[in-house]
């Protein structure tokens, strides 16, 4: 497994983030850090996202950031460019993938049945999102599809909270999971970027009391 995936599982949970404004970029990188999470996948959903994730890869050298919702191969290039150490998306783009794998660029396809797995594969990938996490079947879906591809890892996103990310975290074939719920678009509209602190906080400490 390459490094950043590997400094992934470490930490055990990814921030989605959403910015609307690079203004925030600064304050919400600083909020995780403090938080103990330093790490974020940033959204190619906003206009704020490339200019967001060259703020916070700049500032915060040691941070973990990633491009996510990446569609296109010049969505990659513009992330990678700004600093982006990994890429996601929601889907198994085999275009953006193959271009990921030629290049070297740690990347990590949505799946969420056994036919995209195996595309994966394909591509020599041996992690995978698993995407949407909780309409798509959850943790008992993982499960069935881990059986059979014994060497894969799953990064589940999309439903997952405090509540339900014990369950997930337990499993040991889910290398980590990402989710939005400590960094939510109100409080960053807000600015209230200490109850994010507060949250990421609370979900290290759930890392560590499941895995140690
Ligand atoms: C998303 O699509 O925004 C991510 O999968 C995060 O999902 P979540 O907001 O349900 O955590």
Do not use: H
């Amino acid at each position: 497994m390459v490094k950043v995936l590997e400094d992934i599982q470490e930490l055990g949970i990814v921030p989605v983030v959403v910015l609307d404004d690079v203004k925030d970029a600064m304050p919400l990188a600083k909020a995780l850090c403090e938080g103990g999470l330093p790490c974020a996948e940033v959204t190619f959903r906003t206009e704020a996202a490339e200019e967001s994730i060259r703020i916070m890869a700049e500032n915060f050298p040691n941070m973990l950031i990633g491009a996510g919702t990446v569609l296109t191969t010049e969505q990659v290039d513009r992330a990678v460019a700004a600093g982006a150490k990994f890429i996601v998306s929601p889907g198994l783009n085999p275009r953006v993938v193959k271009y990921c794998v030629d290049k070297g660029i740690p990347m990590t396809p949505g799946c969420s049945n056994a036919s995209d797995i195996e595309q994966a594969l394909e591509f020599g990938l041996d992690v995978v999102k698993f995407f949407p996490a909780e309409p798509a079947g959850g943790l008992n879906m993982i499960k069935a599809l881990a059986a059979p591809y014994v060497g894969v890892k799953f990064m589940p996103t999309g439903g997952i909270n405090e509540k339900n990310v014990r369950d997930y975290l337990k499993y040991n074939r889910i290398l980590a999971c990402g989710g939005s719920w400590m960094v939510k678009g109100d409080l960053i509209k807000a600015g209230d970027f200490a109850k994010i602190t507060e949250l990421t906080k609370e979900a290290v400490a759930i890392v560590k009391e499941v895995r140690g």
